[in-house]
């Protein structure tokens, strides 16, 4: 109900709203525009400030509201704007939760899960064994995946495979499955402040990587489908999520995993084709990128479906979509080296320099690191206005 009487009263002022987005609000003038982001009753305005301005205070003539200023926290977000780009983290939110969880006096660690072994017996993120004694109701499994689930969601898309691994045991864990939230803790105690950095003169094309960690999950079979995208190089959107289906070859599941990324990739493209447009800002329709490690992979999407024995038992819609969007000019799905691949860091457990590269790769910064910068820019400013009077 408070939608209807919100919608109802943003259109009627000439705002757009579309299906795609239902959420995104805009409104083009003559002089520029103003994009009012809505989540229940918090409002986020973006735009022009004379905009800005007049929609602050239409919104204030119609409904009872308090207008906080420049959009520093929300929803457990914190937005810190420097003068070359916007830093978004969750400090204190990451800070709570290791509080909460008596982990804020932890010994930092540098990766959020121990390399795996490929021996299946060996794998600390087995399932639960017959002799294993499960952990009862004192021990906050599902407390702690919860906390950690929204980070991966929200700002720390470098946890987001070790969370969705343990996630899947939160009906019978184990004394190992809690060592390891508990290994996720460790590093986010020292890596607290860690967060996205957009850039403000960072050119606005979203690219995307899509990779698969084949029988990432040995005891059931399945591969795990990870995907990121990103504009300006910040990372945007993000999935780690073990598939549904037993891919039989590596080749298999690299083609599911890009039939995930074009479908994120689809909605992606028309959202921000959406607000672009609406906003009066010029559209580059040129397709999306997608990077693929699997050369195999990429030749078949690229050129068409080569029926063999390995490949005949793949179901065509994997093929099929993903070609169809190519012949649309909608995606370009080319070659990467796995080394350069920021989808890695969602397939599978890396070391550490492997790791520490493709958190960097997808626009992750550590806070203290932007503030060192905006101090140094702030004396440099200080300087040439002392030498220039």
């Not at 121990?114 to 017996?121: A, G, K």
């Not at 639960?128 to 021990?139: A, S, T, Y």
């Not at 969705?164 to 590093?187: D, E, M, Q, V």
């Not at 190089?233 to 073990?242: L, N």
């Amino acid at each position: 109900m408070w939608y209807n009487r919100l919608s109802e009263y943003l259109l009627s002022k000439d705002y757009v709203n579309n299906a795609i987005c239902p959420c995104v609000f805009i409104k083009k003038s003559s002089s520029g525009f103003v994009i009012i982001a809505v989540y229940v009753d918090d409002l986020n305005m973006i735009g022009t400030q004379k905009e800005i301005d007049d929609a602050r205070t239409h919104m204030k003539e119609e409904f009872e509201m308090k207008d906080l200023g420049k959009t520093k926290f929300c929803l457990g977000l914190q937005i810190e704007h420097f003068q070359d780009g916007i830093f978004v983290h969750q400090s204190n939110y990451t800070k709570r939760v290791l509080k909460r969880f008596y982990m804020d006096k932890a010994t930092p660690l540098s990766t959020p899960m121990v390399n795996r072994s490929l021996d299946v017996e060996k794998d600390p993120f087995r399932p639960c064994e017959d002799n294993e004694e499960v952990l009862g109701p004192e021990v906050p499994y599902m407390s702690a995946i919860g906390g950690l689930m929204y980070l991966a969601n929200c700002t720390r898309p470098d946890i987001a495979f070790a969370t969705n691994l343990l996630a899947r045991y939160s009906s019978s864990p184990t004394r190992r499955h809690w060592n390891g939230i508990k290994h996720i803790f460790r590093y986010l105690q020292g890596s607290i402040d860690l967060g996205l950095f957009y850039p403000k003169n960072s050119k606005c094309v979203l690219v995307g990587f899509a990779d698969a960690g084949y029988l990432s999950d040995p005891h059931k079979a399945r591969s795990q489908t990870g995907y990121v995208f990103t504009i300006g190089g910040t990372a945007v959107s993000w999935r780690s999520q073990k598939q549904t289906l037993v891919a039989t070859s590596s080749n298999y599941a690299e083609t599911i995993a890009l039939h995930e990324a074009c479908r994120e990739c689809v909605w992606l493209r028309s959202m921000t084709h959406h607000i672009q447009e609406s906003s009066g800002i010029v559209i580059e329709k040129e397709p999306t990128k997608i990077f693929e490690d699997n050369s195999a992979c990429v030749t078949q999407l690229k050129e068409g479906y080569i029926k063999s024995d390995r490949t005949k038992h793949i179901p065509p819609r994997f093929f099929s979509y993903t070609q169809e969007l190519q012949k649309n000019q909608e995606v370009d799905i080319e070659y990467i080296r796995s080394s350069d691949n920021a989808a890695d860091l969602f397939t599978k457990a890396l070391p550490t320099t492997v790791f520490k590269k493709h958190v960097h790769s997808i626009g992750m910064r550590r806070l203290q690191t932007c503030e060192k910068k905006r101090l140094y820019l702030f004396q440099g400013e200080i300087m040439l206005r002392y030498s220039f009077s």
